[in-house]
């Protein structure tokens, strides 16, 4: 039962989980970067 679930994962859950990767992702450049100036300075 628990495969026939994991198969019917409503689609606006792995919306979200993109969501959360994108921003996760956009956080560390924006992390990067900011550490960039940094050491430039």
């Known amino acids: 039962m628990g495969t026939c679930t ?8 792995v919306l979200s989980v993109a969501e959360v990767a994108e921003v996760s992702r956009s956080i560390g450049h924006l992390q990067l970067v ?5 050491t430039n300075d």
């Open 6 to 13: 994991e198969r019917l994962v409503p689609s606006e859950l």
């Open 34 to 38: 900011r550490t960039h100036h940094l």
